[in-house]
């Protein structure tokens, strides 16, 4: 170390004492580290809803309309466990009908999101199909670059958590960035 | 042995302790005081005569409200305000972050606001790639050029206030326009010499606009209240400032009424406040005053400013002396014990020349003199400090090269603007 190096940091002990390391440490919280500092190129975005998500806030058409040339997937899951369920208590043709009436609210829904997203000036696929609303939204995230999701997804929130169980799963289970509204 | 070549010998002594930083400076003049009061060269009745309390009290008020005010969040909430403010721009970063530094240093420690704002700057310069250097230079500069803008920017000022009992509005009047000139001069400098290392792709500055967008400055508020109270007791200190001559008040007095009426505002912990208290600087004070009183005691300051009488004959001569001979020597020396030194010297010269206009002169050289080299400020040590621990080099030269400059440039248009006011064109 050289002589001017040895005064600076000897009178810098004098001066500051421990003022800076406490300084930095509150700055700490603030700073964001290298790898929040790297952003995450956006190509395709996954967006799953269900008969729970009336609508969409206008703020993440918004946010998603900043990923210029993003392909956002929006797929209505049905729970195929509800159905099941419904055709083991009250048959065949209930179970038809409960089908029929999500697929009808689906198709509704799709149409209003896909016409929203489009006029944001991203490119939309939908997909409309019986499955599992945690599994196969986890699974389908894994060729996605962003998960969109109501926090009301899935089923309805509980009086000690502000977002459903099954995005609590979700959220838990995915590698890629989320996006909660 | 004839008191006053023991006088002299513990000045020497001690100057040469507080340069050579071997033992802390606290110390240093501590151990000078108590060898002149136990020789008896500094009789114990005359303590008080010396003993500057309005410094002492000033400094520990202001003290306990930046530290209680910092708990608040209040420092790192303007550090990120200022640098959302610049939009990812290198110039906007240079320019506010110089401009918010020295409205800081004006009215806080010099110490304390760069250790708060260099964090953000380091922080955003690395963000955008930057060399950070002509940054951390120009936030140096501000600081020290901020400080000389008021009677509580800087210790010299505090010290020269108290004992020429010049108001916080002489301060304003007289050297707040010089400082303003001062910071626009370091600024164009600045940019000038460093203008190839101020430039950056509109990439970069977009993905820093973007991670500082992404930053909530009120995150930073971790206490609202007593953020408020600090921020309205700030506030009220300031005002009483302006009209402390009016009220016929200290402004050691309004800084202790700041203090105290935070302190039960907020009702934080005066255990935890206190101990805050940087008490080595204030011991510091304490045995400087005390080691100067040891030359003015025995009659040694007097001699000297009858020397430079038979020398300097005008008040004209006397401005650009004691402005050039403080400014250089603040360069070298710690800028407190050369004005605690000279300011006796500037009151036993009064008896031969119009003093007020000396008295900016000291302050004037004595504040920016601290720009001409690396440790000729304690904000200067601290941010290259800083700039050390980061593995960013600043070495003497490099300082030098540009220090010098400004501290020429600056301490030149602060004679002129007094020359122009006291002496006439």
Redesign the interface.
Known sequence: MSI??T??????K???GN??EK??K??K????TEEE?S?PVIKSILMPIDRSVKTVPEEIYDALSACEDAEVTVVYIMSEDACALIRQTLGEEASKEFRLKEEEIGRELLEKIVLSLENSGLKVRTRMFLGNKSEDVIKLSKERDLLVISRIYGSEITKTTSISPIVMKIVQHVNIPVMVY | MDPTIIAIAVFLFTYALIMSERIHRAVAALLGASLLLMLNVVPWENVPDYLDLNTIFLLTGMMIIVNTARKSGLFEYIAIKTAKMAKGSPIKILLLFSFVTALVSSFLDNVTTVLLLTPMLLYVTNLMELDPVPFLLAEIFASNIGGTATLIGDPPNIMIGSAAGLTFNDFLMNMAPIAFIDLLLAFVFIYLFYRKDLKVSSEKEEKLNLILNRMDEKEAIKDLILFEKSVTVIMIVVVLFFIHDKLNIEPAVVAMFGASLLLLWSKESPEEVFEKIEWPALFFFGGLFIVVGGLVQTGVIESIAERIVDYVHTDSQALVLITWFSAFSSAVVDNIPLTATMIPLIKAMGAFFNTRPLWWALSLGACLGGNGTAIGASANVVVIGIAEREKIKISFIDFLKVGMIIMILTVAAGVGILWIRYIGV
Request: cysteine-free; charged content about 15%; aromatic content about 26%.
């Open positions: 001017f190096s005064i600076i940091n000897r009178r810098f004098h001066i500051a003022r800076y300084i930095l509150s700055y919280e603030f700073f964001l500092i952003l």
